[in-house]
């Protein structure tokens, strides 16, 4: 049995990043990126900064008062959230990550875990090299740099991501966890803030290393069993939590451009089935269950139509799939008239397979019980 290995990519000063991709000419100025809360041009706060604002202490939650202040003549910009702009970079990075993943857990808007072990076969060098080819995709995909941390399990994989902000690549190997965590600060253990920290130091705990060593009766004594216990393993950097495979993508589809322009139903129902057999493998290759089918048809005249039919139960069926195409395209084709340019069919409201296969375990656990009453 070999050590997992987990991985977490996070984005480097996210929105004000995305804000240097939507206009480079501010890349080398200090960048604020705020949140108005009041009609003031002053009230609110900073999202995040650039790194060039962070030097002159402007870093997120600064009220924006403070960072005018601190960054007088400083040629700072102050700029209004996009959220939009974050949303779509968030959720195409976040595609691009889940490829590489055994396992895929999207964390906040800006990073995700990724266990990797069956991708490197365990191997700690491979990892090193992924999360190298991780990093230049996502800068290709959308110029954004991110900073990586590779370990074996959630909690080491977080800290290491923060070792070397921005732009980072920190790999933490099983036999390198003591020596990698004891000399941290315990703040940079997650769950550790400001109140917790304040009464470690009280007790003369400043390091992880001397938490480690603090006597554990003694922890849950002052902190109570589970937190107790938490500081404890956290400390040896020991994590057994998983990474929960967390779906992003809502639904899997595929189109083709007719080669010339057609009513003809059997040539058109001739493409989407060859549609629908491409989308279904990618479906069980994903181990999802469908719930609705769709179809779309674009035409010079009527421009881009879909329709969509929602099975009874979610399944996973081609024949199902296939036959209630033909239904919608059946339907659509009598709506109108014009010829048919480009044909799509789509699965969404996609549920994990796994659901209904735990279900199935927790109902043969109880089993044997019902026999022997
Ligand atoms: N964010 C926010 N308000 C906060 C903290 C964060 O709106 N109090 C938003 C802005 C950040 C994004 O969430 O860009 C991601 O948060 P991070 O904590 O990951 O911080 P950054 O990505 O900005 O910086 P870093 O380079 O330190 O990761
Ligand atoms: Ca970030
Ligand atoms: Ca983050």
């Known amino acids: 049995m070999f050590s997992r290995v987990v991985m977490l990519v996070d984005l480097d000063y996210f929105f004000a990043q995305c804000e240097e991709v939507k206009d480079p000419s501010i890349r080398d100025k200090p960048v604020v990126v705020c949140h108005h809360t009041g009609r003031s041009e002053n009230s609110g706060v900073a999202c995040t900064t650039n790194y060039i604002a962070r030097e002159y202490g402007v870093k997120s939650g600064t009220t924006i008062t403070k960072a005018r202040k601190l960054l007088r003549h400083k040629n700072a910009i102050f700029l209004e959230s996009d959220y939009t702009l974050y949303r779509r970079v968030s959720k195409s990075v976040k595609r691009l990550l889940e490829k590489f993943a055994d396992h895929f857990e999207p964390f906040g808007v800006d990073e995700a875990y990724l266990d990797v072990t069956k991708k490197v076969q365990g191997s700690f060098k491979k990892a090193k090299i992924l999360g190298q080819r991780i990093k ?40 390198e966890v003591e020596s990698f965590l004891f000399p941290l600060p315990i703040k940079r253990l997650f769950g550790v803030g400001r109140r917790t920290e304040k009464k470690l130091f009280s007790l003369g705990v400043m390091k992880i290393g001397h938490l480690a060593k603090y006597d554990l009766e003694k922890l849950k004594s002052i902190f109570g069993n589970k937190p107790g216990a938490y500081l404890h393993n956290a400390s040896w950097g020991i994590d057994n939590s998983p990474v929960e495979q967390v779906e992003i993508i809502k639904s899997v589809g595929n189109s083709y451009t007719l080669k010339t322009n057609t009513r003809d139903l059997e040539v058109i129902l001739e493409k989407a089935s060859e549609l629908c057999e491409k989308v279904h493998k990618r479906l069980l290759k994903k181990n999802f269950l469908y719930r609705t089918v769709g179809i779309s048809v674009s035409t010079r005249r009527m421009g881009f139509i879909t329709r969509a039919k929602t099975v009874k139960n979610a399944s996973n069926n081609l024949e199902l799939f296939k036959k209630t195409v033909k239904e919608l395209f059946e339907k659509i084709m009598d709506e109108f008239e014009s010829e048919v340019r480009r044909v799509g069919v789509r699965l969404s409201n996609l549920v994990k397979e796994k659901k209904k296969q735990k279900q199935l375990i927790q109902f043969l656990e109880v089993l044997p019980r019902i026999k022997s009453s």
């Open 136 to 175: 230049d995709e996502v800068k290709e995909k959308e110029k954004l740099s991110c900073s990586i941390g590779i370990g074996p399990n959630k909690l080491i994989a977080k800290i290491a991501s923060e070792q070397e902000k921005p732009n980072g690549l920190t790999v933490v190997k099983p036999c």
